[in-house]
């Protein structure tokens, strides 16, 4: 059964520094190499043989009247479209609900520009051949650092390996999807690794301080803590760990597509 795909849209603030520097009204619309970031997204999902219906949440329909592209594609039916609410946790709980529970769930976001098809398929392949109910895509820091030197990405450090998130997850089973609801508690600390780790207990975050936890370790922690099976796909690409979140982000990935396009 192929993945429905969740392509999140909305600003976080109404303030971003990269909708403000590309001289756009949303974020998801920053042209990068004269294509919205988004769109970009779309195709990269629409090329894979993994994905099947692409449903985006947000921007809110004004903005989304003012991309032409964009508004053609979601009044031809080539994906769907739904209304943000006012958190991404809150977004992704409610886009949830409107795709059956036997349909495994791909979510992504509208700022991935790198996002690619070979990237989308072995994500999804390796999703589906664990058992796991909720998938997380992570890549090693000392690779994207390799290959892109001096760009920042956060790290999250683990006694065994350094990684960086890929904003790529997989909900494989009815039961991930309760997931949404822990999200609310940690989505304003994503910038702070060792926040999130201290909602696992006292030990596990002076573990992480100390560079003594695993990412087994913190795995089996909270899929205990939220009653489901959580997995990660190491993903061998470096362009899965970067996304638009700074001015310099959005050149570096204009720059990267200049010279691969």
């Given amino acids: 059964m192929p993945f429905s795909a969740i392509i999140m849209a909305a600003d976080r603030s109404p303030d971003d520094p990269v909708t403000r520097a590309a001289g756009v009204s949303c974020k998801a619309l920053t042209p990068v190499g004269g294509i919205p970031m988004v769109l970009r997204v779309l195709n990269a999902l629409g090329e894979s043989p993994a994905i099947g219906p692409r449903l985006l949440c947000g921007p809110p329909r004004p903005l989304l009247e003012q991309s032409a592209a964009l508004k053609s594609g979601v009044d031809a039916g080539d994906y ?72 920042h990405r956060t790290r999250l450090r683990f006694s065994d390996r350094d990684y960086c998130s890929c904003n790529l997850y997989a909900f494989m089973t009815p039961r991930s999807r309760t997931v949404t609801t822990f999200w609310r508690k940690v989505e304003s600390q994503r910038k702070r690794p060792w926040r999130m780790v201290a909602m696992l207990g006292w030990w596990p975050v002076l573990k992480y301080l100390l560079g003594r936890l695993s990412l087994q370790e913190a795995l089996d922690r909270i899929s205990s803590r939220l009653e489901i099976k959580i997995g990660v796909v190491i993903l061998p690409f470096a362009d899965a760990a970067v996304d638009v979140d700074t001015e310099n982000d959005w050149r570096l990935v204009q720059q990267i597509l200049a010279e691969k396009e």
Avoid: M
């Fill in 80 to 151: 769907g479209w739904t209304a943000n609410r006012d958190s991404p946790s809150a977004s992704a709980g409610a886009t949830l609900e409107q795709i059956p529970d036997s349909q495994p769930v791909l979510l992504t976001t509208a700022d991935h520009a790198l996002l690619s098809s070979q990237i989308i398929d072995y994500f999804c392949k390796q999703a589906c051949t664990a058992d796991f109910d909720l998938l997380v895509g992570l890549a090693p820091h000392e690779q994207v650092a390799t290959t892109y030197p001096g760009v």
